[in-house]
Every structure is written in C-alpha cells, then in structure tokens.
C-alpha cells in the first residue's frame, strides 16, 4: 500500500512539474512577441521617423535650389521644372514643384471659371454650379453660405454681418467649411475605367491657392485641369501646352498659337500667362530604404524682405494626403 501511494504521489508531482513547464513555456513565448513586437515597433518608428526627415528635407534643399534658378544651362533647377528627384544614403526624395500663378486663386476666381474647374474635374454642370455659387459666396462674410455653415456647426456667432465684404480666403482648406464641399471634391477621388483600371482624379487642393495675388495663369505650371478651365475646355489647346512645355517652356502665353496649330479665344488667353510669382508649392515625398513613405506640403516664397535667407516659409502642413 505504502508503494502504491508513492507513486500515486510521483505521478502527481510529474504533472505538475510538467504544468509548471508548460506555464513557463508559454509565458517565455509571450515575453519573446512582445518583446519582438516591441522591437518592430521601434523599428517602424525609425522608418518612419526618416521618411518624414527625407521629405523634411527635401522641403529645405528644393527651395534653396529654387532661389538658386536663373537661365544658365548649369541652374540647378530650370523654369517650367514641375519636379526634382535624388537618392541618398537613407532612402530617395521626390518634390513636386508648383509656382502659386499656376493654380487658380480662390480670392480672385469668378463664378464661371470655377465651374469650368470643377467639371475640369469630372463633375457636370449640374453638379458644379452649386458648389461654384457656394465658393464664390463665402467671400462674403454676410452671405447665405456663411449663415448656413453657423447653423450646422451649431454656433451662430460665426456669422458676422457686419464683415460684409471683408472676407478672403486665407487658406486653400476654408474650402472644406464651405456648404456643400465634399472631402472628394477638395482631395480628389478614384474611379474605375471601363478597362477596369483605377485611377486618380485631382481634387480642389491641387488646383487652387490664396498665394498668387492675380487672376491669370501661368502655362508652363499650371495642372491639366486648370488648363482645361482657363481655355474654355479646349482640351487641343491643354494637350498642346502641355506638350510644348515639356518639350521647352514657353516664353510668353502668345508663343502657343505660333508654336501651335490651335485656337484660343481673345477671352481665354488674356487669363493665361507665364508671369511667375516667386511662390511655390512643393510636396516632398521621403522613402526609405525598406519602403516607408512620408510627405510634407509647404508654400515658400523665394522672394524675402528681411534679409533672413533666400526663402521663407509661407505655410506647412506634415503628413499630406495626396
């Protein structure tokens, strides 16, 4: 009987030994994916972090080379270049150049070119006059658009009659404040072709700005869709500018029709220009070696009064959405 509970007790003192094991095992496995997870996660942090430095300074080294352009075959940025490009040892940059005078400006924009712009877009007539009306509306501080903005928001204090006609957009995003603006409207959308490929439409954000100070456009900055506005939606005249451009920058909005067999109104090519403004857009794209991705978009104005650098920076704005 003795024997016979000594090893009753020797089986219950293996199980739990090897239960104890088991605990143990899992709890080491825990540690080592937390501890692993944990690692990754600092990891991603690090990519992350240089992706947002790359376009960080992408921001600083593309507006230097811009302050930097002149006619010389040997400028390091010449007029009309829409982008620059480099590698370096953590990753590879890409910037988008824009001068503001190729963008339409929200502050001197009429109501029919804005429709031209939003069905440049891909929206009808019926759809674009609206929110064309809403646009040029809320440059009134007194009007129906900034008295229905109050009531949704809730607060009615918004509205200020007594601003009449003092009101400018100060910036490109006030559009989202704007009745009936759609974030695919402002951002731009996707959509699916008939051959089931998807692709991006522009938004507002790419075509518009406060910065220009003028109502024409510069052809040889302005997006395809701006261009598709300012000629009237001559779409032979957008192909032929953007293919003269690129082909050399055109030295003034009359070399179209002499370099071109294309027909532009009287109307259209007073809007269009090649006059540039000194401020650009730049979205910098920052990639890392393994692939993380991070942009940054700023205004810059080359142009500088206080002696502080040859640019400054007008606006900023990390982790843009394009």
């Not at 024997?3 to 199980?15: A, E, K, N």
């Not at 031209?116 to 009134?140: C, E, F, H, Q, T």
């Not at 261009?227 to 030295?251: S, W």
């Not at 393994?290 to 700023?298: E, F, K, L, W, Y």
Request: glycine fraction near 8%; hydrophobic fraction near 40%.
């Amino acid at each position: 009987m003795k024997i016979t509970r000594h090893r009753s007790d020797s089986g219950v003192v293996l199980i739990a030994v090897l239960g104890g094991i088991l605990i143990l095992t899992v709890v080491v496995f825990a540690l080592a994916n937390s501890v692993r997870g944990a690692a990754d996660e600092v990891q991603n942090r690090k990519s992350r972090l240089q992706a947002y430095y790359l376009a960080r300074g992408g921001i600083y080294t593309s507006a230097w080379l811009l302050s930097q352009m002149s006619p010389a075959s040997d400028s390091p940025v010449h007029l009309g270049q829409q982008s620059l490009e480099w590698k370096q040892e953590l990753g590879k940059v890409h910037v988008d150049l824009t001068d503001e005078t190729g963008k339409i400006d929200l502050n001197q924009v009429t109501e029919p070119m804005m429709e031209k712009l939003l069905m440049a877009l891909g929206y009808d007539l019926d759809s674009a006059r609206p929110v064309a009306m809403a646009i040029i509306d809320w440059r009134n501080a007194s009007s129906l658009a900034h008295w229905e903005s109050a009531q949704a928001s809730g607060d009615l204090l918004q509205y200020d009659p007594s601003q009449a006609g003092k009101f400018r957009y100060q910036a490109i995003e006030e559009l989202l404040q704007v009745p009936g603006m759609k974030p695919e409207i402002y951002y731009g959308r996707y959509v699916r072709h008939e051959d089931g490929k998807i692709v991006r439409l522009p938004g507002l954000a790419e075509c518009v700005t406060v910065d220009s100070g003028t109502g024409q456009i510069n052809i040889n900055y302005a997006p395809y869709p701006v261009l598709l506005a300012a000629t009237d939606m001559n779409t032979q005249a957008a192909d032929d500018i953007v293919a003269g451009r690129n082909e050399k920058p055109f030295a003034s909005s009359s070399d179209i029709t002499s370099r071109f067999p294309t027909s532009i109104s009287s109307d259209a090519m007073s809007s269009l220009s090649t006059q540039m403004s000194g401020r650009f857009t730049l979205v910098a794209t920052g990639q890392t070696s393994d692939g993380i991705v991070a942009r940054v978009r700023a205004v810059v104005s080359l142009q500088t009064t206080t002696g502080a650098g040859p640019f400054q920076i007008r606006r900023w704005k990390d982790a843009h959405v394009q």
